[in-house]
């Protein structure tokens, strides 16, 4: 299998924690590529209409995307049930939680790319705030959750969304007055499929 792949990239660190976790990692190939909204990357966008990554090519005529389908696909090949669970509220607790932290790395992105790649006459800084607004709203909501009931897709998601705030917007402090989610943060922080992926600006 082929990962389209960027290291700064918190949706793709999702895919590779999840192939970790569960064994995968040495199947998967990495092809690093650089793209932005405004400079796609035509290879990609001819496997993938949306031209977004994560994509994974399976081969010639499967391509799987974006990060939720990916994990899923993976946790199946491994025998399913393991960072999926399979059924009641577990499940729905992973996938709401799955959700919740890709809605914070959406609005966390989105925000790179108004900083770092729209040109600063047609910045908007109430659109940034609005985005800003999202991310600390679903930060206190996981605050208030117990997330060291379990480990799955839920908590990988939560994870990689904190740490692409630590790479792109330190100075926002995510963990002043939220006590309960840094300290899972830490501990979360030391699995090996988490050091193993780490995001970096390439
Ligand atoms: C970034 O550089 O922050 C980035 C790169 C690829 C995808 C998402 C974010």
């Known amino acids: 299998m082929q990962l389209y792949f960027n290291p700064a990239s918190p949706f793709v660190r999702k895919v590779r924690v999840t192939a970790h976790e569960l064994g995968l990692s040495e199947r998967i190939e990495l092809i ?3 793209l932005t909204p405004v400079s796609p990357h035509d ?12 994509a994974l090519v399976l081969d010639e005529e499967t391509v799987l995307y ?6 899923e696909y993976l946790d199946a090949l491994a025998g399913g049930g393991r960072m999926f669970p399979a059924a009641g509220v577990a499940r729905w607790t992973a996938l709401r939680r799955q959700a919740i932290a890709d809605g914070i790395m959406d609005a966390a992105v989105l925000t790179r790319y108004e900083e770092a790649v729209r040109p600063k006459e047609l910045r908007w800084q109430d659109w940034v705030d609005a985005q800003f607004l999202k991310i600390r709203t679903a930060l206190d909501s996981l605050e208030r959750e117990n997330l060291a009931d379990a480990f799955d897709i839920g908590s990988i998601s939560i994870a990689c969304a904190l740490s692409y705030l630590d790479l792109r917007f330190a100075s926002e402090g995510w963990r002043t007055s939220r006590p309960r989610l840094t300290e899972w943060a830490a501990a979360t922080a030391q699995r090996p499929s988490l050091t193993a992926t780490a995001l970096a600006v390439p």
């Open 66 to 71: 974006d990060s939720p389908v990916i994990c």
């Open 32 to 34: 690093g590529i650089m």
């Open 43 to 54: 290879a990609l966008r001819s496997r993938n209409p949306i031209g977004k990554i994560p």
